[in-house]
């Protein structure tokens, strides 16, 4: 079984994720923009059992109805995305991994909010 890690900038708060990922994608809504100041954000999911917290657990807060998203309460680093509209599943910025190149987007979500110029 595949075991991928990841954390914060300051390295408080950590996590492993075992298996592979349900998905690999960009999104391109307003919330995601807002959150981590990009023009788009890419995702890895996992079911929500797969993951585990190992070091500080991140802060949370909720973005919107039904939305949380954690992040380190020390160097401000967004971490994860977990919704009603997805329930079991844990998402992560790619960003955020301690190897990002194991992933490859497959996809995007809400293409048709991206930003005019963003070409995937």
């Known amino acids: 079984m595949t075991t991928c890690a990841g954390g914060c900038h300051c390295r408080k708060v950590r996590f492993?994720?075992?298996g592979a990922p349900k998905f690999v994608t960009r999104c391109h809504c307003e919330s995601c923009r807002k959150t981590t100041g990009a023009a788009?954000?890419?995702?890895v999911g996992f079911k929500t059992?797969?993951?585990r917290w190992t070091g500080e657990a991140p802060a949370f807060y909720a973005s919107s109805t039904g939305v949380k998203r954690g992040y380190c309460r020390d160097c401000g680093v967004p971490l994860s995305y977990e919704s009603d509209k997805w329930p079991g599943e844990r998402?992560?910025?790619i960003g955020v991994f301690d190897d990002p190149r194991a992933f490859t987007p497959t996809g995007?979500?809400?293409r048709e909010d991206s930003l005019a110029?963003?070409?995937t």
Do not use: P
């Not at 788009?40 to 995702?43: D, H, I, K, L, V």
């Open 91 to 93: 998402h992560f910025l």
């Open 40 to 43: 788009f954000s890419t995702w």
């Open 108 to 110: 995007d979500y809400l």
């Open 16 to 18: 492993l994720a075992e």
């Open 117 to 119: 110029w963003v070409k």
């Open 49 to 51: 059992d797969a993951v």
